[in-house]
């Protein structure tokens, strides 16, 4: 079992940064893939960050070279900064973990982000 926390999320402007962490529980964090999702009002859930256990990542083509997913093993944190905050980056983004990436089985309560314009 594997507990995840986010924290980081807030307003900001457009063009601003944020960074976005999720704190994991229990020993085996560096066995799991990670995932960053977001989840605007009225639309479905998408992946915008996964990073593997080796430390390979892939971003989608909305948040490509804007957003950037990064782990440490030691401290059982994935982070993910990013930069040129658009509003429609607003949503509640959520962190996961899973075997390989984009197939998550646990996931974190989520954490607002607003970009205002």
């Known amino acids: 079992q594997v507990q995840l926390v986010e924290s980081g999320g807030g307003l900001v402007q457009a063009g601003g940064s944020l960074r976005l962490s999720c704190a994991a529980s229990?020993?085996?964090?560096?066995?799991?893939?990670m995932d960053w999702y977001r989840q605007a009002p009225g639309k479905e859930r998408e992946l915008v960050a996964a990073?593997?256990?080796?430390?390979?990542?892939y971003y989608p083509n909305s948040v490509k070279g804007r957003f950037t997913i990064s782990r440490d093993n030691a401290k059982n944190t994935v982070y993910l900064q990013m930069n040129g905050l658009k509003p429609e980056d607003t949503a509640v983004y959520y962190c996961?973990?899973?075997?390989?990436?984009?197939?998550?089985?646990?996931w974190g309560q989520g954490t607002q982000v607003t970009v205002s314009s």
């Open positions: 229990g020993r085996t964090f560096s066995t799991y893939a």
């Open positions: 996961a973990a899973g075997r390989t990436i984009a197939t998550p089985d646990y």
């Open positions: 990073i593997s256990r080796g430390a390979n990542t």
